[in-house]
């Protein structure tokens, strides 16, 4: 030990730093593989593709599991010149509320108790159409349309800007390069502080363990977009990351009955996207918030 | 030398102007077969060994369950079904579409949502829209030529209120 006199102080702080380890080696050391694996997952961007790979493993078994279904997690990564676009005509929406399960059907969201929908169908009176205080999205009309009012489907507007990305404290949530802001939701600390941020009311809170029936499982999954949740993390519209990445419409597009749903690739003059914005009225929500939504609305007529 | 030379270029050239016509007169889009009722394609199996009678009448012994409510006060039936070959479709200039081209009929009237539904913005979307099957939907696949106003829906059910155990969707 030498000359120097050991102090009351340096006893007290090796005694709690070997406290520490230990009793973090004891918890670490009874939980399961699977548990301590989950626990000590790096964040999904930081991860090497061998790191991913044994991720998708875990998650597809623990999935298996728990759903009786062999779940296909897919990785896929943004195609390169994409940026995603979504417009939405609103001249022609009815408020039927199709897309919003159809929405639910293809994303593995909670059903019954609790509910969680990803969109949300604000009914507004025509002649103030942009005055959302005055909004009603608990309609439940015999027939719709009704007359004297429009509808207006929102979910989460992809922005450019997205103030959510900006004030997650643990950075669960980003952009990706193709524009479509994701959660890791084996990341997401459920804090919430997203939802005050987003001023669209985009994404929703699963505040009880989700309650998905197995035979309803979507087993086509993203790791990023509809693979089952958890407890305790946010969830939002991904424009169906499991689809668009392969170039199929999202499922909201191709369940509207009316045909006021359009997608596309901003980057490329010929697609759809491009030419309403060439040809139509576009407006996006907001936009003197400066988030620079890519949820475009128009009037087709 | 020369001359044979000038001649077959200015042949070729005009051979490819003609060719470029054509082919933008013919814009193909990929449709699904068009939605005939059960068993009424093709027409020309009852209708080869009628008399046509054109004279503007309410039908009273076939297609009785056709009522139209589309410019009926300026048209009738045979203004748009060929008088003489019933399984074609007849446009204003006298030219005959088959029943697969039936939106060149509708895009004489309806010609801003025709130069839409071309750009692929118009109407229901499915599919791949790059990279697989890119379908385009036939006009009368989502309206009723003869009774073309959409008739208002349902709606499905409104989210639960906060607090609130609802019933299950569709239980």
Redesign the interface.
């Known amino acids: 030990m030498g000359n120097r006199v050991y102090t009351r102080r340096e006893f007290i702080k090796t005694l709690s730093v070997a406290a520490a380890t230990g009793a973090a080696f004891s918890s670490l050391s009874s939980c399961t593989k699977e548990a301590r694996e989950e626990f000590l997952q790096k964040r999904f961007v930081e991860m090497t593709d061998a790191e991913k790979k044994g991720v998708i493993a875990r998650l597809e078994e623990k999935y298996r599991r728990a759903y009786g279904k062999q779940f296909q997690i897919s990785t896929q990564g943004a195609r390169p010149k994409t940026l995603w676009g979504y417009g939405l005509d609103l001249s022609r929406c009815i408020g039927c509320r199709r897309c919003v399960y159809a929405c639910v059907k293809e994303n593995n969201q909670s059903r019954y108790d609790p509910q969680l929908q990803w969109i949300r169908v604000i009914r507004l009176k025509k002649g103030s159409l942009i005055n959302l205080e005055d909004s009603e999205h608990y309609y439940n009309p015999q027939e719709v349309p009704e007359p004297g009012f429009t509808y207006q489907p929102v979910q989460c507007q992809h922005c450019e800007n997205p103030p959510c990305v900006k004030v997650c404290p643990v950075k669960a949530t980003w952009k990706e390069p193709d524009g479509i802001v994701v959660v890791d939701y084996n990341w997401c600390i459920g804090c919430r502080y997203c939802m005050a941020a987003c001023p669209y009311k985009g994404r929703v809170f699963n505040w009880a363990d989700p309650k998905l029936p197995p035979e309803e499982a979507n087993t086509a999954v993203h790791y990023l977009g509809n693979r089952p949740r958890y407890r305790n993390v946010v969830e939002k519209c991904t424009f169906c990351i499991q689809r668009v990445r392969s170039g199929r419409y999202p499922a909201c597009v191709e369940a509207c009955p009316t045909g006021s749903r359009k997608f596309g690739n901003l980057l490329d003059e010929n697609s759809e996207i491009r030419y309403i914005i060439q040809h139509k009225r576009v407006f996006r929500m907001k936009e003197d918030l400066n988030t620079e939504p890519k949820f475009y609305y128009f009037f087709a007529t | 030398m020369r001359r044979i030379l000038m001649v077959s270029l200015c042949a070729v050239l005009v051979a490819f102007c003609l060719d470029l016509y054509a082919k933008s007169k013919q814009e193909d889009f990929p449709v699904p077969r068009p939605p005939f009722s059960e068993g009424i394609f093709p027409c020309s199996s009852c209708h080869a060994g009628m008399e046509t009678n054109a004279k503007r009448r309410v039908l009273k012994d076939e297609h009785k369950n056709i009522v139209l409510k589309h410019a009926a006060e300026q048209r009738w039936c045979l203004d748009c079904h060929d008088a003489q070959n019933r399984d074609k479709l007849r446009l204003a200039n006298g030219d005959h579409v088959d029943f697969e081209h039936s939106y060149e009929l509708c895009g004489q009237c309806h010609g801003n949502i025709y130069r839409?539904w071309k750009?692929?913005?118009?109407?229901?979307?499915?599919?791949?829209?790059?990279?697989?099957q890119r379908m385009y939907m036939l006009c009368v696949n989502?309206h009723n030529p003869h009774d073309p106003a959409?008739k208002?829906?349902?709606?499905?059910?409104?989210?639960?209120?906060p607090l609130q155990?609802?019933?299950?969707?569709g239980?």
């Open positions: 839409d750009a692929g913005i118009h109407g229901k979307r499915t599919g791949y829209f790059e990279g697989g989502c959409f208002p829906l349902k709606p499905e059910p409104p989210p639960h209120r155990k609802g019933p299950a969707h239980k």
